[in-house]
């Protein structure tokens, strides 16, 4: 019995680098604009997480 499993094949990327850096700038116009800490302290983790993808 040959049980040989395929690998998937490479996850293409969905946002590309302009993406990224349209999103960050978004991100960082709404921390402004926002009073909210917790949802600051959540824009700030995103924009960081965001930030590594570059």
């Known amino acids: 019995m ?3 499993t395929k690998e998937p094949g490479r ?3 969905l946002l590309s680098t302009a993406d ?3 999103l960050r700038r978004a991100l960082e116009s709404h921390a402004k604009a926002t009073e909210d800490r917790d949802e600051l302290a959540s824009i700030n983790a995103l924009h960081h997480r965001l ?4």
Do not use: E, V
């Open 20 to 22: 990224m850096k349209l």
């Open 51 to 54: 930030g590594t993808y570059n």
């Open 2 to 4: 040959n049980t040989t």
């Open 11 to 13: 996850a293409r990327a």
